[in-house]
């Protein structure tokens, strides 16, 4: 039976239920889709930096305490402890351990695996790589790549691809499943310390030097490095290149040697200047070699707010057809 109140009032109610409808379907796109947007002098060595204080505390071989994938997180190889550690960009001074490294060298290149935010890749020092499960705590060989001193990787999170730079200025491209490479081309900076490297959402391909204390745009292509400009602090050992694709920001897990200190910094790419974001993992004198960093769109899992938002368009429609086919 339908309801006296439609019967006498059939065309204001759908009028209204119209109107209900839309409003809802507003409020889904805002919280799930529109929301979410706007709350986001030459050197010695590129190794680890001489111990002058304790890594992260260790308690045994998995150290997860705490969600690995709670906001933005920073992945790397922490130096002075020799294992796998992050750090929340929001408070930079607390870092989370991980799982010890399988490695007796030092990791230098550290990047999220292609569509899988759990897991890194890692490649040492000696050429060997590995992959680093960050939800379970472990770590699975992966093979030689044939290179020595790997000193950055970067992945194009919208195709996929890996390059790889090493102490020979050579730049690479690699997949990272069967350890295959090509080789792109030198640098043309002759000094063998780009310490790392990165790509922007755009794709395109980043790096600095400890030598020259240098930024530098790198062409995918070729592999020459242009000088941008100078990074603002004195640069020395193991540290990384990332990019955050929550605030459209190429970013540094840098040593600081002037300071002594382990800094996550954040790149102007136009200028190459560098600015002081915070001290990682304060008080103690850590050093994170790389800078890895998720991406929403290299996920191969859709995010819980957009399944939220899905269900509840669905949802709504579903009512409103229900709904207007009652009252039709």
Request: proline fraction near 5%.
């Amino acid at each position: 039976m339908i309801p006296t109140l439609l019967t006498k009032n059939f065309y204001p109610m759908k009028k209204n239920y119209l109107f209900t409808t839309v409003a809802c379907l507003w409020i889904f796109l805002f919280f799930g889709m529109i929301y979410p947007a706007f709350s986001q002098s030459y050197e010695t060595s590129f190794g680890p930096a001489p111990l002058q204080g304790a890594g992260p505390e260790q308690s045994g071989g998995n150290f997860i305490n705490k969600s690995p994938l709670a906001g933005t997180n920073i992945y790397s190889y922490e130096g002075s402890a020799s294992l796998f550690a992050y750090f929340d960009a929001s408070a930079p001074g607390v870092i989370f351990p991980i799982v010890a490294s399988p490695s007796t060298v030092f990791i230098n290149a550290v990047e999220m695996v292609y569509g899988d935010p759990t897991k890194l890749f890692a490649i040492d020092h000696n050429g060997d790589a590995f992959k680093v499960d960050i939800t379970s705590g472990t770590t699975s060989p992966l093979g030689n790549t044939g290179l020595i001193n790997v000193l950055g990787i970067a992945l194009n999170h919208a195709t996929g691809t890996y390059y790889i730079c090493d102490q020979f200025d050579d730049l690479y491209t690699i997949d990272m499943n069967t350890l295959s490479k090509t080789y792109i081309g030198d640098f043309g900076t002759s000094s063998g310390f780009m310490i790392g490297i990165t790509c922007d959402g755009s794709g395109n391909l980043w790096g600095y030097d400890l030598a020259t204390d240098g930024f530098y745009s790198i062409n995918k292509t070729t592999g020459l490095a242009t000088f941008i400009g100078g990074i603002g602090f004195d640069a020395n050992y193991g540290q990384g290149l990332g990019y955050d694709p929550g605030a459209n920001q190429v970013v540094m897990c840098a040593f600081n040697a002037s300071a002594f200190q382990a800094e996550y910094r954040s790149v102007n790419t136009s200028t190459g200047a560098s600015s002081f974001i915070a001290a990682i993992g304060t008080p103690r004198i850590t050093q994170f070699s790389s800078c890895a960093i998720p991406s929403s769109s290299s996920s191969t899992n859709v995010p819980v707010s957009n399944w939220a938002l899905f269900i509840g368009i669905g949802l709504i429609l579903v009512f409103a057809v229900v709904r207007f086919r009652r009252m039709g």
